[in-house]
């Protein structure tokens, strides 16, 4: 996809499936709500955290989820915030359209999670069907 | 292998949509939307030899998957599956669905679809790997 294709792929989806890292480094994986905005994909986390949570503290903070999603499970990244997000849709084979976003999270102001993207793959099987 | 409970366990006989998480080479996750198929006791997958994925698993076996119903948005009911990958031997293929149980296909791939897949296999341009689950869990 191009990076228009990718931007306006993101602002259609609600949840991503965010890969986060366990302690002893295995990995975990959860749905998490999400919105995409101004070129930024943001994580949306439960409104309890406290709003005067400082970026900088930031890796320190275990926030939750929105409960309407996976309220039992709180993704970690104290340990480390090197994240990916994965959002697809398949509808039909040809129909594959999706996106990874490899970064770190960085939780905001506002108790939600920012992620900092610092590599992007993106695949639309559309296009291999497509191809002569 | 932990005793799966049978709502986990119809579950992913009933779905193959899934998104697996490997380790990179510097230890960070990623994500790779996969078709996962459940057959005694363990999710199979097929990629080619030479794909991140398998080198994420020769390198660290430890991942985690997200088994999702539905083709659209990511949502609950999903199943969440740890346990190690095991990369098969060259030529083996996926084992046939107990007798009766249902064969599951995501909409448009065809049975030209699977043997190209099963021939690619043969030759080892592909290879499947699969994941016994160490813990799942049904998200509802």
């Known amino acids: 996809m191009t990076s228009s294709e990718i931007a306006d792929f993101l602002r259609t989806r609600h949840t991503v499936a965010l890969a986060t890292l ?6 975990d994986i959860a749905i998490v709500p999400c919105r995409y905005e101004g070129e930024t ?8 955290i406290s709003p005067n949570i400082s970026p900088n503290i930031s890796p320190n903070i275990s926030p939750n989820i929105s409960p309407n999603i996976r309220p039992d499970i709180r993704p970690d990244i104290r340990p480390d915030n090197r994240i990916c997000c994965g959002v697809e849709v398949c509808p039909a ?3 594959i359209r999706g ?3 490899h970064g770190r999270a960085t939780p905001t102001q506002d108790g939600e999670l920012r992620v900092d993207v610092e590599h992007t793959t993106s695949f639309d099987f559309g296009k291999i069907r497509e191809r002569p | 292998m932990p005793t799966l409970s049978p709502d986990i366990d119809d579950f992913l006989t009933h779905h193959t949509r899934s998104m697996l998480v490997t380790l990179r080479a510097d230890g960070s996750p ?3 939307p996969m078709l996962a198929l459940w057959r005694d006791g363990a999710l199979w997958f097929n990629t080619y030899q030479k794909s991140a994925k398998t080198q994420n698993i020769q390198r660290d076996p430890r991942v985690c998957c997200l088994v999702l119903g539905g083709v659209d948005e990511l949502a609950p009911p999903a199943v969440i599956v740890h ?3 095991e990369l098969m031997a060259p030529g083996t293929l996926v084992p ?3 007798l009766g149980a249902p064969v599951v296909r995501p909409t448009g791939v065809s049975g030209g679809m ?3 897949v099963e021939d690619r296999v043969a030759t080892a341009k592909r290879i499947m790997f699969r994941v016994v689950p160490a813990r799942a869990e049904l998200i509802v």
């Open chain 1, 93 to 95: 084979y040809y129909e």
């Open chain 1, 99 to 101: 996106v990874s976003l």
């Open chain 2, 83 to 85: 346990g190690a990958a």
């Open chain 2, 114 to 116: 699977v043997r190209k």
């Open chain 2, 96 to 98: 046939d669905a107990p």
């Open chain 2, 30 to 32: 990623t994500v790779h």
């Open chain 1, 22 to 27: 366990q302690p002893d480094g295995a990995p």
């Open chain 1, 41 to 48: 994909l943001f994580l949306t986390v439960s409104p309890n």
